[in-house]
């Protein structure tokens, strides 16, 4: 349950359209929108909107659309609310939220949702973007990418790299996702590491304490250690600490950040109770 835990964004049409015309004109939308890879599926950066759409094994919809909801705290302070969403004609779990600017302005906002197609497995789909008027083109993207799923937008795994430097992936470990800017490794439940490039240094802080709140609010019974000196590319820092379990079958997640060759970057290491010292796959990103 800890590594699971770890490892979880144009125009309208001019005319009126048929049935298969939004469908057709969200495919080409995506078509023009750069894609990567996540654990659970794609993420689409687009000329306006941002889109994902991914699948979740052993969470519900409700717990899905939460978790979403507080990964969008490192942009800003969100808000949500219910909203309606349908596709096959049924209905799923949905909600509309809001990322807004300190002034209280709003810089991002959309749609996301959740439904249960298999037996414990949750597809999720979201799309926002600075505008979610009606000329958004969200309404048929969510539509397209709630029928598709993320195996037609698939992504060719790339080998995982922290700032251009080659990381090693340790026998027994895979690559669940991997970018120019991010990538995650897991070790069976022994580990798992993740890294992200930021797009701002004031970004490091609040991206920490979001993924310490979906700890707390994802895995039972964890705690806030104390934090820790931590080197993060070689550059000093102090990493974050939280607590899952007790004694040989506890587990350790170090959340950290820092500026590296002038780069902001965020790194997650999670270790079993069982390691001794720093494991392999985060020994090359992380060090104490």
């Known amino acids: 349950m800890a590594i699971h835990a770890l490892l979880l964004l144009s125009a309208a049409l001019a005319a009126p359209a048929t049935a298969d015309e939004p469908t057709a004109a969200a495919a080409k939308l995506l078509g023009s929108c750069k894609r990567s890879a996540t654990s659970a599926g794609v993420r689409f950066a687009c000329d306006g909107f941002a889109a994902s759409v991914g ?13 979403h909801a507080a990964s969008l705290k490192a942009l800003g302070e969100v808000s949500s609310q219910p909203a309606e969403f349908s596709s096959g004609g049924k209905p799923w779990s949905a909600i509309r939220f809001a990322v807004r600017r300190p002034d209280g302005s709003v810089a ?61 992936v340790p026998s ?58 931590c080197r993060i590319g070689g550059v000093p820092t102090s990493c974050k600490v939280v607590i899952a379990g007790s004694g040989a079958g506890g587990s350790a997640f170090y959340i950290g950040g820092a500026v590296v060759h002038g780069v902001p970057v ?23």
Do not use: W
Not at 55 to 67: F, K, N
Not at 204 to 210: F, G, H, N, R
């Open 108 to 168: 991002f906002e959309g749609r996301a949702a959740a439904r249960e197609l298999r037996a414990r497995t949750v597809r999720l789909v979201s799309c926002g973007g600075a505008d979610a008027g009606p000329r958004s083109p969200c309404g048929a993207v969510l539509a397209l990418l709630a029928e598709a799923g993320p195996a037609p937008y698939a992504v060719p795994k790339s080998a995982p790299s922290f700032l251009g430097r080659k990381v090693p």
């Open 266 to 288: 965020t790194v997650q290491c999670l270790q079993h109770a069982i390691v001794k010292g720093v494991h392999p796959v985060c020994a090359s990103v992380i060090t104490f």
């Open 55 to 67: 699948e979740y094994p052993g969470l519900s919809p409700e717990e899905v659309l939460r978790i």
């Open 172 to 229: 027994g470990c895979e690559v669940l996702d991997a970018s120019e800017t991010g990538f995650r490794i897991r070790c069976g439940d022994v580990a798992a590491l993740t890294f992200l490039q930021l797009q701002a240094p004031e970004h490091i802080e609040k991206l920490s304490a979001t993924v310490v709140d979906q700890l707390h609010q994802s895995v039972p019974g964890v705690k806030d250690g104390k934090p820790r000196p």
